[in-house]
């Protein structure tokens, strides 16, 4: 049973446009959302975080919105450079309890 | 460089065999967790230690089992291994042991079980 899902194996936007990479959870109990990017032969990095009590976190280029009521996270990249091609992985997190990974959306900035 | 190390990098071995991965928290962490990636799959959680005890246990195989030792490096071992188990192992520390705390990965050790 899946409770973080990343429905979008993967993801092409034109450089500098937006890129929006979806989540949706079923657990009820998460209270922290991360997202953390991974490229070739690395380890995942941590990129931006969000509170359950925040509908919205704000990081440069990087945004990441909570609907709690739909359960459901996304991340925004804008504008989209190169760099951000990698694999992008939503997490969640209930107090005190282990970090659940989803299955990861590959996204591939396209010149 | 996150500062957490493994090793090996890549390791190919046969099946039924017993292997041991190595993780070097980053200096001052005290809470060690080790995932595994299987093709097509996200970061499954498997342990976490916190300074030398078992903290949290996830879809660990009775076949692996891991530990930390004083000097705070952790190990993984897997044993009888079947062609199944061939994924990437990542270990990732934090400073403390609730998941609010921003992890810090290793490169990962790639395992190959033939």
């Known amino acids: 049973d899946q409770q973080v899902k990343q429905n979008s194996p993967s993801l092409s936007v034109q450089e500098g446009r937006i890129s929006i990479l979806n989540c949706d959870y079923t657990n009820s109990m998460f209270d922290y959302f991360l997202w953390y990017k991974k490229y070739p032969a690395e380890g995942p990095t941590f990129l931006i975080s969000i509170s359950s009590i925040k509908d919205k976190n704000e990081d440069g280029r990087f945004t990441v919105f909570l609907n709690k009521s739909a359960k459901h996270l996304s991340l925004h990249i804008v504008p989209s450079q190169p760099g951000d091609s990698a694999v992008y992985f939503c997490a969640a997190s209930a107090w005190d309890d282990k970090i659940i990974f989803g299955k990861g959306t590959r996204l591939h900035i396209l010149p | ?114």
């Open chain 2, 1 to 114: 460089d996150s500062g957490v190390t493994q090793t090996p990098k890549h390791l190919i071995t046969a099946t039924g065999q017993r292997v041991t991965l190595r993780c070097s928290p980053r200096s001052g962490d005290l809470s060690v967790y080790w995932y595994q990636q299987s093709l097509d799959q996200g970061l499954q959680f498997l342990i976490q230690y916190y300074n030398g005890e078992e903290r949290a246990k996830g879809n660990i195989l009775e076949r692996f089992s891991a530990q930390q030792f004083p000097d705070l490096h952790s190990e993984l071992n897997l044993s009888s291994l079947e062609l199944g188990d061939s994924a990437l192992y990542f270990c990732a520390s934090s400073v403390v042991t609730d998941s609010y705390n921003e992890q810090f990965f290793g490169p990962g050790t790639r395992l190959t079980v033939l």
